[in-house]
């Protein structure tokens, strides 16, 4: 039995197989309507989200399988002191697969130790987002046509955006990446990330300015000021319109520059950016949706 809990878990040849199953998906929906007939998703989401759990519930219900669980510590038994080790077994007995989320990192890998079902990383703390990250790759790989020889910039919180560490290390397999970390002082990416980039010898820069380095870019990641884990309010709000992509900045871009955000956005893209043909954040929600259901069906070895 596998779990997902990095993204490193997956060789890049398995991701490779991964994007070319949620390729095929895409293109042949009706091919898998009914692959997990039978078969049952939990969602077990102990922090808020709308994509990640609903695009799993949507994943599943493609699949022709159903689905239950909680979107809220405070309904389930979590509120009554109950631990995610006890939760897992008892999740076991009702599905057959379970995605969880949730604020402390490492929960998720607590669960799989315990866990007679396959356990997905829905986002632990500030720690790993992996299904984000195969949305990203599956959505860059399908709109580029490759995954290596790019430059990437990445925007905003990179202390606290789990999406940034996963798609980091991700990236970093692929030959050819170079990283342009864009982030005010206080929100740079942790020390243990550089370490592991200076270790793999893998060429990164770290910048404040976006407008200084937005030309040299072949893909942008914006990601928001992550509220729910700032200690003080203040900082927060001193820090969080810190930088606003718009029309302006785009015109600074190459033509084929990419716009990714792992979303929810709150000011960071001017809505006047969503129509730039660049923009392509909506776009990667459904490709999130494909990737999911590619996942499903690779940890319950159906195909
Ligand atoms: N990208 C993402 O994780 O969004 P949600 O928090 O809405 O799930």
């Known amino acids: 039995m596998r779990h997902l809990m990095n993204p490193l878990d997956f060789t890049t040849e398995e991701l490779d197989r991964l994007f070319d199953l ?37 994943a599943m219900i ?18 009554k002191g109950e631990s995610v080790s006890d939760t897992i077994r008892v999740i076991s007995c009702f599905a057959d697969i379970c995605a969880m989320r949730h604020p402390k990192e490492g929960a998720a890998m607590v669960a799989a130790s315990k866990s007679s079902i396959p356990v997905i990383n829905a986002g632990d703390g500030g720690h790993q987002h992996p299904t984000q990250t195969l949305t990203d790759l599956l959505t860059i790989r399908s709109l580029k046509g490759r995954l290596d020889h790019f430059t990437i910039g990445l925007c905003g919180d990179l202390k606290f955006g789990r999406t940034v560490h996963s798609l980091i290390n991700a990236l970093s397999r692929y030959e050819d990446i170079h990283f342009i970390f864009i982030s005010p002082e206080e929100l740079r990416v942790p020390d243990y990330i550089i370490e592991m980039l200076k270790e793999k010898n893998i060429s990164y820069e770290e910048v404040i300015k976006l407008e200084d380095s937005i030309s040299k870019l072949d893909l942008l990641y914006m990601t928001r000021v992550q ?25 600074l871009a190459k033509d084929d520059m990419l716009v990714l955000h792992p979303l929810p956005r709150v000011n960071e893209i001017s809505v006047e950016v969503d129509d730039d043909p660049r923009a392509v954040y909506f776009k990667q929600v459904q490709y999130g949706v494909y990737v999911r259901m590619a996942l499903i069906l690779t940890l319950l070895e159906l195909v």
């Not at 493609?62 to 038994?77: C, E, I, K, M, W």
């Not at 709000?237 to 015109?251: G, H, P, Q, S, T």
């Open 227 to 251: 509220r729910e884990r700032f200690f003080n309010e203040e900082d927060y709000v001193r820090l969080k319109d810190f930088y606003i992509l718009d029309k302006a900045k785009m015109e």
């Open 62 to 79: 493609n699949l022709g399988g159903s689905v239950l669980g909680f979107s809220d510590a405070g309904s389930s038994s979590a509120s």
């Open 22 to 58: 949620a390729n095929d998906i895409e293109k042949n929906p009706e091919k898998y309507a009914k692959k997990c007939k039978g078969k049952k998703l939990a969602t077990c989401f102990y922090e808020p989200s709308t994509r990640t759990r609903l695009s799993f519930e949507s």
